[in-house]
């Protein structure tokens, strides 16, 4: 038995674009309402969907929200890959490279800081996504700032206070992130890098 199409179309096609248009309006509706604020029928509404669909495709609300942070995660993790294959090869061009991206990434749309980093607060699952995403940056960075060092690569205290100092600075990241989204205006991207890397090779040498 064939599978049935419609508009040019499978099943599993719609689908498939029915997710996308949720994921978007989930997008729209948590950075612009909060999570507190929004309701799976504003959702629809933003996805021109039925509800009848939205519990089809995702089983709440909460899996909604997940869903779209897991998202953006993945598009992080695909800025970096990327800005590494494009990256120079010596040590302060990388981290630069890296840290150009994830700002352009993150100051591109607001929607995104909104939702990753602020509304991620409101449930323990959220923060525990969270905790993940932040953790992965903090890794990221820890990974940029070992070949910075210079002279020996020290022991066992020296990584411990390498990977500290990788957490200081994507908290600070993050907060300054936070902080410019509610500035209403657009962020000095390149300032913005000048000073990460200069932290960043600063902190390497701790």
Do not use: K, N
């Not at 040590?91 to 630069?96: G, K, M, T, V």
């Not at 990221?140 to 390498?162: E, H, I, K, Q």
């Not at 300054?176 to 300032?191: D, K, M, S, V």
Request: charge should be neutral; charged fraction near 25%.
């Amino acid at each position: 038995m064939g599978t049935r199409v419609y508009a040019g179309l499978s099943a599993e096609q719609r689908a498939d674009r029915r997710r996308e248009q949720l994921l978007e309006a989930g997008l729209d509706v948590f950075a612009e309402r909060g999570w507190a604020g929004s309701t799976v029928q504003d959702v629809c509404r933003a996805a021109g969907l039925s509800p009848r669909y939205f519990y089809e495709l995702v089983d709440s609300r909460e899996a909604l929200f997940l869903a779209v942070t897991a998202r953006i995660a993945e598009h992080v993790a695909g800025v970096v890959r990327q800005a590494l294959v494009d990256a120079d090869a010596d040590p302060e061009s990388r981290a630069r490279a890296v840290l150009t991206a994830l700002a352009g990434y993150f100051s591109a749309d607001e929607r995104v800081v909104r939702v990753a980093l602020v509304e991620s607060m409101a449930t323990e699952q959220f923060r525990a996504q969270r905790r993940e995403l932040l953790a992965g940056f903090a890794s990221s960075a820890a990974r940029l700032m070992r070949p910075l060092r210079v002279g020996p690569a020290g022991g066992a205290a020296a990584r411990r206070r390498l990977e500290l100092s990788a957490a200081v600075l994507t908290g600070g990241m993050v907060e300054a992130l936070i902080a410019w989204t509610g500035e209403g205006r657009p962020l000095q991207t390149e300032l913005f890098v000048d000073h990460l890397t200069d932290l960043h090779t600063a902190a390497a040498q701790l």
